[in-house]
């Protein structure tokens, strides 16, 4: 490993361990050892995005576990993952999933519903299909697996294409136009749900969870 991704590596994990912090992009380039300008740089090399965007993720993976996990308000999520503005806060959770914080943790109970494809039927674009298989460790507690493909290393808005599933399995995510896409999966906890209900097994797009 090189002395670039060294340096972005001890920026993230300042970003995981002070995310609720006011961190600055200058605070971000000194964890780094490296100028503010470069590092913003050599962080886009590395990861694919920038510094202020990674962060943003980083704080909203956070709100999701919150929302998902405790009984918090979304106010007091808002100030405890960082942000000074509930408003804010709000806006920018609502944009990155596609879906406010108090309907997301609604959704997390009662499943995703399906809407139409991004894509029409008559669209030329070449499309090809992903395949692959999610593993998940032995647990009492249902598990809903929603997997998806995304034109961005950070996870936001609505996947190109879904899947969803309540076990260890193959995935499916079809309809993909020719290109590069990032397959993300995130595993939730369900809890008086049952499964198999309340949600679409096979889906061509659905709003971005976790």
Request: hydrophobic fraction near 40%; include cysteine.
């Given at each position: 490993?090189?002395?670039?991704?060294?340096?972005?590596?001890?920026?993230?994990?300042?970003?995981?361990?002070?995310?609720?912090?006011?961190?600055?992009?200058?605070?971000?380039?000194?964890?780094?050892?490296?100028?503010?300008?470069?590092?913003?740089?050599?962080?886009?090399?590395?990861?694919?995005?920038?510094?202020?965007?990674?962060?943003?993720?980083?704080?909203?993976?956070?709100?999701?576990?919150?929302?998902?996990?405790?009984?918090?308000?979304?106010?007091?999520?808002?100030?405890?993952?960082?942000?000074?503005?509930?408003?804010?806060?709000?806006?920018?959770?609502?944009?990155?999933?596609?879906?406010?914080?108090?309907?997301?943790?609604?959704?997390?109970?009662?499943?995703?519903?399906?809407?139409?494809?991004?894509?029409?039927?008559?669209?030329?674009?070449?499309?090809?299909?992903?395949?692959?298989?999610?593993?998940?460790?032995?647990?009492d507690v249902p598990v809903r697996v929603y997997i998806g493909a995304f034109n961005s290393p950070v996870?936001?808005?609505?996947?190109?294409?879904?899947?969803?599933?309540?076990?260890?399995?193959?995935?499916?995510?079809?309809?993909?136009?020719?290109?590069?896409?990032?397959?993300?999966?995130?595993?939730?906890?369900?809890?008086?749900?049952?499964r198999g209900r309340g949600c679409v097994r096979r889906c061509t797009s659905v709003r971005a969870v976790p």
């Open positions: 490993m090189n002395t670039a991704q060294h340096a972005v590596e001890r920026a993230i994990l300042t970003m995981w361990r002070r995310y609720h912090e006011p961190l600055s992009l200058t605070e971000l380039a000194d964890t780094a050892i490296l100028s503010k300008f470069y590092f913003s740089r050599v962080f886009r090399s590395v990861t694919g995005t920038s510094p202020v965007r990674f962060l943003t993720a980083v704080r909203l993976a956070k709100a999701k576990r919150l929302l998902l996990e405790t009984s918090l308000s979304v106010t007091d999520i808002a100030y405890g993952v960082g942000y000074n503005s509930l408003g804010t806060f709000t806006s920018r959770f609502t944009r990155s999933v596609g879906a406010s914080p108090a309907k997301y943790r609604m959704l997390s109970d009662i499943g995703m519903p399906a809407i139409s494809s991004p894509f029409a039927l008559a669209n030329p674009l070449r499309f090809g299909t992903v395949t692959g298989k999610v593993t998940l460790p032995t647990t996870v936001e808005g609505m996947p190109t294409s879904c899947d969803i599933l309540d076990s260890s399995g193959f995935y499916e995510l079809p309809r993909l136009p020719e290109g590069e896409w990032f397959i993300r999966a995130a595993a939730v906890a369900v809890r008086n749900v049952i």
